[in-house]
């Protein structure tokens, strides 16, 4: 079953914007990675963040993870048409699988 | 080469029908994964393989039957499917078997008539 949630459920903002996703879990995670998928395509991995580190940055993309609150985010800066897609998080809670997220659609307006 | 390749595209079949999905990777990993994804909803996970043998079965219905010929190959047999089978089914490979990075393949488009 998916336990993950996120928040918003969709977002649509202007491109040079910055946009915000917010994930949330229930139980203690080894990871929390998140993903791309472009409409109908597969995923692709973002970035990965270890339950002992607190902040990941990867080019664009900066990621939070606060294991008391048992949440994270995902910011974009300066967002391009072409990050346009859904993101999901993924939380690795150590029985060799992954629970995926619901899932943020993100709309970048021209 | 990080690239994991799925064939067909789309597919098209009938309730009666036998087909399969093909899933490959050459990125020497370990484990290999197939999900099955409703439109605007997450991947759902139905099969784990580590080490070319199954290591999670995610209670899926037995019309669905997956194979790990070798190490880089991965198939996933159909039969007598429903038409809410319908949906995009997804592989994903990972250097281990524990859930880290996972690579996935661009997916095939099932619709069951």
């Known amino acids: 079953s998916q336990q993950g949630e996120e928040d918003p459920q969709a977002l649509s903002i202007q491109e040079g914007e910055n946009a915000t996703m917010n994930c949330s879990y229930k139980t203690s995670i080894n990871n929390l990675q998140w993903y791309r998928q472009n409409s109908g395509r597969g995923l692709v991995h973002l970035i990965l963040?270890?339950?002992?580190?607190r902040e990941k940055h990867s080019g664009r993309l900066r990621v939070t993870l606060d294991t008391s609150k048992k949440s994270s985010s995902l910011l974009i800066t300066a967002s391009r048409a072409a990050d346009t897609a859904s993101y999901f998080c993924a939380t690795d809670q150590g029985a060799q699988k992954l629970v995926f997220g619901q899932g943020t659609r993100l709309t970048i307006n021209p | 080469d990080t690239e994991v390749t799925q064939t067909p595209k789309h597919l098209v079949m009938g309730m009666t029908n036998k087909k399969s999905l093909k899933c490959e990777q050459h990125m020497g990993h370990r484990a290999m994964y197939w999900y099955k994804q409703k439109a605007k909803k997450p991947p759902e996970l139905m099969f784990v393989?580590?080490?070319?043998?199954?290591?999670i079965n995610e209670s899926v219905p037995s019309r669905f039957s997956p194979e790990c010929p070798n190490s880089s190959l991965l198939n996933l047999h159909l039969h007598a499917l429903q038409p809410e089978d319908s949906a995009l089914y997804l592989c994903a490979s990972s250097q281990w078997e524990r859930a880290d990075t996972q690579y996935f393949g661009p997916g095939t488009r099932l619709t069951v008539l």
């Open positions: 963040i270890r339950s002992n580190e």
């Open positions: 393989y580590s080490y070319e043998k199954l290591s």
